[in-house]
Structures are given as C-alpha cells and as structure tokens.
C-alpha cells in the first residue's frame, strides 16, 4: 500500500506499507489478524518474510486444536521470541472467536469510551518549513498531540520552532527510536525547556538501566517503546525508573491479552499507557482503536486516521471527528477488508490447513 507521503524516522523511511495480513477460518467464524513486522529488521529484530518462515515452520502446526485465542498464546509460549508473529495469529483467531460470539474486541478487551482521542506521528523531514507547514496540516485536521520523530541534529531546534509557531498548549512528544546513547544526556536534557509529554525511547532497546540512568538528569518523562516486549519487561522497566508512561504496541508485545495485561500492571503502578502504531491498515487500527479505549490509556495514542497514511485504506475507512475515532462496536473488529480492495492489494495468498 503506498503512503500518501514518506515517513522518515531515524531508522529509515517508508514510501509504502508491505501488509502481512492472517485470515484464520474457523468452525463458526472468520477473523482477520495484521502483521506489524516491516520487510526488514530495523525497528525490532522480526522481519516479515521472517515472520511468515516462523509461522509456517512452527506456529501454525503448533496451534492446531487451540481453542480459543488464549490458547493460542499458551501453545506457542515455548517458542522465544517472535513476537510480532504471535501476535498476529492470536489476533485473528480472537477475531474469530468474538465474531462468532457476537462480541466487540473493545469489550472484550475492556474498553471503557465510545471515542479515543487522536495523536499523529510526524516523521522527520528536509526542512524546519516543511515540518511546519505539515505540523500545522495535522493541527487544522483536529489531532489533538503532534509527535515529533527526532535524531541527532534533528531535535532540539525543531521542537524550538514547533513551539514558537504553535504555542504552549500543543500537546507535544518527541520519539527517537534509539537514536542517542547516554552521552547525548545533557543535549536531551535542553528538550526540558519546552514541556514535551514525553520523549519516547531515547537509547537502545535492551538499554533498560541507560533510561534509568537518563531519567535522573532529564525531566521531562521518558517513555520507552522497543524496550517493551512483555508484561515482564514492563514491570523491570516501571520498577527500575526506567520508564514513567509506556507505549503499548500488541505487536511488539505478543498480543492484544498481553497488552492488556501490561495496561492492567501499569495502571496498578500508576503509570500512564498510550497505544502506539505501527502504520496499520484499517484491520490493526480497528483493534488498537478497541485497546485505545481502555479505562488506563490516558494519554492520546498513534491513532490517527485512516488518511493519515493511506489514500485507499482496505477497510472503510477511519474518520476522525472532533480529533476522535469512534471505537468500532461491532462483532470482533468490527470491519473487514473490502473484498474488492483486498483483492487489487494482493500480491500472493498462501494457504495453510491446521
Ligand atoms: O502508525 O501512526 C503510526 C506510526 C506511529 O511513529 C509511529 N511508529 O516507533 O512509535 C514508533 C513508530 C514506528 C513506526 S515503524 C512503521
Ligand atoms: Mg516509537
């Protein structure tokens, strides 16, 4: 799927989206699953051809005779690692599972609003001008929190200039994808000048004790995303101060349940949670939706719009309203591909009995 413009972070940029998409076919039901993976390991170690090598070597024999999308999770636990791929199947197969049962992932999840509110993530550009001018474009939208992708000799002047042109009441976080090391720490620390919500995973994924170590001379919170890859990493990063807000991303964790449960231990450690995004299509940005509407996601989330990244999206699309999405209240998901869409998108179709 083409992006309607480039989006640039410190580890690349995207012209297009290569969508790995998991149709699971049931007894009762069918449920659609979305792939975060990217063609190559360079946000998180998974890849998609890799991805798929690890769900048709291993997962999918191992998921045969699962139940539900819970033992879905349990058949595949022995396995390390691979997150994204988990996710995937479990995703599809709970899909499933509520369509057939004729109930909303929002509540199955535990969503608590009809609406979540919508941040857009603004990738780095050639120009402070050019960063304005689009930073503005989301404003008039109606986003409600800009998200500024940083890397070194992209950060501190841009936020400047953000914030002399749109004032002190935008709700703005910058997002570094581990592009600095601990010796950049007083060069972050100039960031606390302009009263950013968070700057999200300043140095390497496994890291943890380097965050801890720069939250003590930054203040401005620091949120981690790659470090995150489990319920468990959450609570060492929470217990260690590595971590005072997390961005939850079900792909990068294992799961939606598993997403679920690190809502449910952050909010007990009274750490704010916002959805993070991983340029979806209609299908992953339904379910992030119905997570987003979970009772402890405080923040607003990568959840933007359907046109955010894509001019024909292979669902109907997602309207933003007032800076908000409705949480889809239908059966599963509550959208599936549009067939004809899906159709014209699909490059190969691989099926495999359990
Ligand atoms: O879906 O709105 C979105 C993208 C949000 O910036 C975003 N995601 O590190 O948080 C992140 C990045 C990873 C993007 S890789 C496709
Ligand atoms: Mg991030």
Same mark, same amino acid.
């Given at each position: 799927?083409?992006?309607?413009?480039?989006?640039?972070?410190?580890?690349?940029?995207?012209?297009?989206?290569?969508?790995?998409?998991?149709?699971?076919?049931?007894?009762?039901?069918?449920?659609?699953?979305?792939?975060?993976?990217?063609?190559?390991?360079?946000?998180?170690?998974?890849?998609t051809e890799g991805a798929v090598d690890v769900m048709k070597r291993f997962f999918i024999p191992a998921i045969a005779g699962v139940r539900d999308a819970n033992g879905v999770g349990e058949a595949l636990q022995h396995f390390k690692g691979?997150?994204?791929?988990?996710?995937?199947?479990?995703?599809?197969?709970?899909?499933?599972?509520l369509r057939a049962e004729g109930r909303s992932f929002a509540r199955e999840l535990g969503g608590v609003?009809?609406?979540?509110?919508?941040?857009?993530?603004?990738?780095?550009?050639?120009?402070?001008?050019?960063?304005?001018?689009?930073?503005?474009?989301?404003l008039d939208q109606g986003y409600v929190r800009i998200k500024l992708k940083i890397e070194p000799g992209w950060d501190v002047d841009v936020v400047r200039a953000v914030r002399e042109r749109f004032g002190d009441d935008v709700l703005l976080q910058v997002d570094a994808n581990t592009a600095y090391t601990l010796r950049d720490a007083r060069h972050l620390a100039a960031l606390d000048?302009?009263?950013?919500?968070?700057?999200?995973?300043?140095?390497?994924?496994?890291?943890?004790?380097?965050? +801890?170590?720069?939250?003590?001379?930054?203040?401005?919170?620091?949120?981690?995303?790659?470090?995150?890859?489990? +319920?468990?990493?959450?609570?060492?990063?929470?217990?260690?101060?590595?971590?005072?807000?997390?961005?939850?991303?079900?792909?990068?964790? =294992?799961?939606?349940?598993?997403?679920?449960?690190?809502?449910?231990?952050?909010? +007990? +450690? =009274?750490?704010?949670?916002?959805?993070g995004g991983m340029v979806e299509s209609g299908i992953g940005r339904a379910a992030n939706i119905a997570l987003a509407s979970l009772p402890g996601f405080t923040l607003p989330g990568d959840v933007s719009a359907s046109d955010r990244f894509y001019r024909t999206d292979i669902t109907p699309p997602f309207v933003m309203e007032d800076g908000h999405l409705p949480v889809p209240t239908g059966p599963g998901l509550g959208v599936?591909?549009?067939?004809?869409?899906?159709?014209e998108l699909t490059t190969a179709v691989e099926w495999l009995p359990v």
């Open positions: 799927m083409p992006l309607v413009s480039p989006f640039r972070t410190s580890f690349g940029t995207q012209t297009e989206r290569d969508i790995l998409l998991v149709k699971a076919v049931t007894g009762h039901a069918e449920g659609w699953g979305e792939c975060v993976t990217l063609p190559d390991p360079i946000y998180s170690p998974e890849y691979h997150r994204m791929a988990k996710a995937v199947l479990e995703m599809a197969v709970l899909d499933a599972e609003h009809e609406t979540v509110p919508c941040g857009v993530s603004v990738g780095i550009m050639d120009s402070v001008p050019q960063l304005l001018d689009a930073v503005g474009g989301y000048a302009f009263d950013l919500l968070l700057i999200e995973q300043p140095l390497e994924e496994e890291d943890i004790v380097g965050h +801890a170590d720069l939250a003590k001379i930054v203040q401005t919170p620091i949120c981690l995303d790659e470090s995150i890859t489990s +319920a468990q990493t959450a609570a060492a990063a929470i217990r260690l101060g590595a971590t005072s807000i997390i961005n939850i991303k079900p792909g990068r964790v =294992g799961g939606y349940l598993e997403a679920r449960r690190i809502h449910d231990l952050a909010a +007990a +450690a =009274g750490v704010p949670v916002w959805c599936a591909p549009i067939p004809e869409v899906l159709e």
